[in-house]
């Protein structure tokens, strides 16, 4: 459980960085920015599928 937990948070890491990275290289955002659009992308993307899971029961118990 543990070792999963300590992947999970590093992926999330590594895809906040990396968008941080490239959005910070456009020189549009300054890094501190930049970093916090990479962080938000990264925490939606570990939530989308739980969302979308979510929303379907939702939509199943309505029908």
Do not use: D, E, Q
Not at 26 to 51: E, H, M
């Amino acid at each position: 459980m543990l070792k999963n937990i300590i992947s999970l948070f590093l992926a999330v890491v590594i895809v906040a960085l990396a968008v941080a990275g490239a959005l910070w290289l456009t020189g549009r955002f300054s890094f501190g920015n930049a970093l916090i659009i990479g962080i938000s992308g990264a925490l939606a993307g570990l939530a989308a599928p739980y969302v979308v899971k979510w929303v379907k029961s939702i939509i199943v118990h309505k029908s």
